[in-house]
């Protein structure tokens, strides 16, 4: 029986050697020429050489599953080992998407549940290593440091004929992501009249998602002055009528006045459907590269923060033909600032009261409309002249999707001590849609983004009981107004912004976007104690369920 052993270990130790040189050889070869099933396996020898521990070799092996997501999406062993590496990188909300995935086929449900249930512990009450204020001091310090050395960098490139090189906006990028995980940005210069010289001008954009807007805010109002000083940070791209984009390696260009706008109104905002014939080859080559040149031209005509709080979403036709739901004849793209304005659109406002005025009302009590579903209307969707890959990106923070999200009926009666989940709401007030669809979806795309920054999509609720009713200590009203000043803390340590508030069957909830979670959660607990209110925490994820506050705070 020993030598038997003995011989079985030499065998498998023959193996094992020839395995690694394999290994050696697929890691030597060109990528290019690699097959998926060898970057697979190559991804697998770094996962187990990582022993869970060596975050390069776990991040290299992402990056070998990920050059084959298109294809091998659907399989549910390279969902396994994809989720696998997040779990270990200390990714729980990547590592969630793809274990669930990979939980559907019944081989991996076993296996993936104990790591989904890890997950989604982690989750409930998520602890950072850095919260979003620690990551923007870290920001400001590295960016104090290297910017005086771009600056003559940035002015000399921004004035010649190349512009900013993709060197430069990859050191920036680089800086900006000790803040934000994820980032687009824009680098120009500007001269103050009678000036001699011009000041770097750094534009960090929301992409179409006001969550994304406060933060960008957050990170600008608290950036030191000695920052400030050297360059200029921007929320959004601003108004620009003259702006032209070079086309065709520059012997054309597309302007404002290249562009028709149709016009939409849902519920109480409006769709822009936009057409120029100049970018139509452009549309039917790269619909993705053409949205973007069509925003900025959108953007440069409305601006982008104020086309975003007033909810002003955006679509590309490939036609120059009314869509069905359009008003009466199209409207020139220098013209539709006015148009909108005389039609009752605040795109005049100062920053502080677009913000202020971004929040839009939902009902999940009635039944929405036909067709509506993810932030998209069924008009867009529905209409061959559109884009198709246009209609989602432009209604991130759509209500017409909030309208579907109604979740669950809500009629059970809670017995003592039930969670809240959302799933009773009726009625509520929102600026940051996009959460609010995403929760219903149950897909996280930006809850991921603003957790990767350090932030935490969330919502506090108590029983209805406790804040309706002759027994109540406290009103609503009242108590959202104490949690507003415990969620926003002072003006120089400001801990989060709260973005809306509902009204369910069972219970009330206000909604907040966190800056340093626990100082919130501990905060708020303090306000809700004096009421002798037991309040829950939850964030916008369904599958993570919510806690009752003071449970976890003990």
Same mark, same amino acid.
């Given at each position: 029986?020993?030598?038997?052993?003995?011989?079985?270990?030499?065998?498998?130790?023959?193996?094992?050697?020839?395995?690694?040189?394999?290994?050696?050889?697929?890691?030597?070869?060109?990528?290019?020429?690699?097959?998926?099933?060898?970057?697979?396996?190559?991804?697998?020898?770094?996962?187990?050489?990582?022993?869970?521990?060596?975050?390069?070799?776990?991040?290299?092996?992402?990056?070998?599953?990920?050059?084959?997501?298109?294809?091998?999406?659907?399989?549910?062993?390279?969902?396994?080992?994809?989720?696998?590496?997040?779990?270990?990188?200390?990714?729980?909300?990547?590592?969630?998407?793809?274990?669930?995935?990979?939980?559907?086929?019944?081989?991996?449900?076993?296996?993936?549940?104990?790591?989904?249930?890890?997950?989604?512990?982690?989750?409930?009450?998520?602890?950072?290593?850095?919260?979003?204020?620690?990551?923007?001091?870290?920001?400001?310090?590295?960016?104090?440091?290297?910017?005086?050395?771009?600056?003559?960098?940035?002015?000399?490139?921004?004035?010649?004929?190349?512009?900013?090189?993709?060197?430069?906006?990859?050191?920036?990028?680089?800086?900006?992501?000790?803040?934000?995980?994820?980032?687009?940005?824009?680098?120009?210069?500007?001269?103050?009249?009678?000036?001699?010289?011009?000041?770097?001008?750094?534009?960090?954009?929301?992409?179409?998602?006001?969550?994304?807007?406060?933060?960008?805010?957050?990170?600008?109002?608290?950036?030191?002055?000695?920052?400030?000083?050297?360059?200029?940070?921007?929320?959004?791209?601003?108004?620009?009528?003259?702006?032209?984009?070079?086309?065709?390696?520059?012997?054309?260009?597309?302007?404002?006045?290249?562009?028709?706008?149709?016009?939409?109104?849902?519920?109480?905002?409006?769709?822009? *459907?936009?057409?120029?014939?100049?970018?139509?080859?452009?549309?039917?080559?790269?619909?993705?590269?053409?949205?973007?040149?069509?925003?900025?031209?959108?953007?440069?005509?409305?601006?982008?923060?104020?086309?975003?709080?007033?909810?002003?979403?955006?679509?590309?036709? *490939?036609?120059?033909?009314?869509?069905?739901?359009?008003?009466?004849?199209?409207?020139?793209?220098?013209?539709?600032?006015?148009?909108?304005?005389?039609?009752?659109?605040?795109?005049?406002?100062?920053?502080?009261?677009?913000?202020?005025?971004? *929040?839009?009302? *939902?009902?999940?009590?009635?039944?929405?409309?036909?067709?509506?579903?993810?932030?998209?209307?069924?008009?867009?969707?529905?209409?061959?002249?559109?884009?198709?890959?246009?209609?989602?990106?432009?209604?991130?923070?759509?209500?017409?999707?909030?309208?579907?999200?109604?979740?669950?009926?809500?009629?059970?009666?809670?017995?003592?001590?039930?969670?809240?989940?959302?799933?009773?709401?009726?009625?509520?007030?929102?600026?940051?849609?996009?959460?609010?669809?995403?929760?219903?979806?149950?897909?996280?795309?930006?809850?991921?983004?603003?957790?990767?920054?350090?932030?935490?999509?969330?919502?506090?609720?108590?029983?209805?009981?406790?804040?309706f009713g002759i027994n109540a200590k406290v009103s609503f009203d009242d108590l959202i107004g104490q949690i507003h000043d415990a969620i926003n803390g002072s003006q120089d340590a400001q801990l989060g912004v709260v973005t809306g508030q509902a009204v369910g069957s069972h219970f009330y909830y206000i909604?907040?976007?966190?800056?340093?979670?626990?100082?919130?959660?501990?905060?708020?607990?303090?306000?809700?104690?004096?009421?002798?209110?037991?309040?829950?925490?939850?964030?916008?994820?369904?599958?993570?369920?919510?806690?009752?506050?003071?449970?976890?705070?003990?």
């Amino acid at each position: 029986m020993a030598n038997e052993n003995n011989t079985n270990v030499d065998e498998n130790q023959e193996y094992d050697a020839e395995f690694v040189r394999n290994m050696e050889v697929f890691a030597a070869r060109d990528p290019q020429s690699r097959t998926a099933e060898e970057d697979c396996m190559l991804a697998s020898w770094y996962f187990m050489q990582s022993e869970g521990k060596d975050q390069e070799l776990l991040q290299s092996a992402v990056d070998l599953l990920m050059r084959h997501a298109i294809t091998l999406y659907e399989s549910p062993i390279w969902n396994y080992h994809v989720g696998m590496c997040y779990y270990y990188l200390r990714q729980p909300e990547s590592a969630m998407r793809y274990l669930e995935k990979a939980s559907a086929d019944p081989e991996y449900t076993e296996p993936c549940t104990q790591y989904l249930n890890s997950c989604r512990e982690t989750l409930q009450v998520p602890v950072f290593a850095h919260n979003f204020a620690e990551r923007c001091q870290e920001c400001y310090r590295n960016l104090l440091e290297e910017v005086p050395r771009l600056l003559t960098d940035i002015r000399q490139q921004f004035e010649s004929p190349e512009g900013i090189s993709s060197e430069l906006n990859d050191r920036l990028r680089k800086l900006l992501n000790f803040a934000f995980a994820r980032v687009s940005f824009s680098i120009s210069c500007e001269k103050e009249p009678g000036a001699q010289v011009l000041d770097p001008v750094i534009t960090i954009k929301p992409v179409g998602s006001i969550a994304r807007a406060l933060q960008i805010r957050y990170f600008i109002e608290h950036a030191p002055g000695e920052l400030t000083q050297l360059i200029r940070l921007r929320l959004g791209q601003q108004r620009d009528d003259s702006l032209r984009i070079p086309l065709n390696e520059g012997k054309d260009s597309a302007g404002l006045e290249d562009v028709s706008c149709y016009i939409a109104r849902r519920n109480n905002d409006y769709n822009v *459907y936009l057409y120029c014939s100049k970018l139509k080859d452009q549309l039917e080559a790269n619909v993705y590269s053409a949205y973007s040149l069509y925003l900025s031209l959108a953007y440069a005509a409305l601006g982008e923060l104020a086309s975003l709080t007033q909810h002003v979403t955006f679509d590309v036709i *490939y036609d120059d033909k009314a869509p069905e739901d359009a008003q009466g004849e199209a409207v020139a793209l220098t013209d539709l600032y006015q148009w909108l304005v005389n039609a009752g659109v605040r795109l005049d406002q100062s920053e502080d009261d677009l913000f202020t005025s971004s *929040y839009r009302d *939902y009902d999940f009590s009635v039944a929405p409309p036909a067709g509506a579903a993810g932030g998209c209307s069924a008009s867009a969707t529905a209409d061959r002249n559109v884009a198709p890959a246009t209609a989602a990106a432009a209604h991130e923070d759509s209500p017409e999707g909030a309208a579907a999200a109604s979740s669950g009926s809500g009629d059970a009666v809670p017995a003592v001590n039930v969670l809240a989940d959302r799933t009773d709401i009726k009625t509520g007030s929102s600026r940051t849609f996009q959460l609010i669809n995403e929760f219903s979806g149950n897909s996280y795309r930006m809850t991921d983004e603003l957790h990767q920054n350090g932030s935490v999509a969330g919502y506090l609720a108590v029983e209805a009981a406790s804040v309706f009713g002759i027994n109540a200590k406290v009103s609503f009203d009242d108590l959202i107004g104490q949690i507003h000043d415990a969620i926003n803390g002072s003006q120089d340590a400001q801990l989060g912004v709260v973005t809306g508030q509902a009204v369910g069957s069972h219970f009330y909830y206000i909604d907040f976007i966190s800056w340093d979670l626990l100082s919130i959660l501990s905060n708020a607990l303090a306000v809700f104690s004096k009421y002798g209110i037991k309040p829950s925490f939850g964030t916008f994820r369904r599958s993570v369920p919510s806690v009752f506050l003071s449970d976890r705070q003990e």
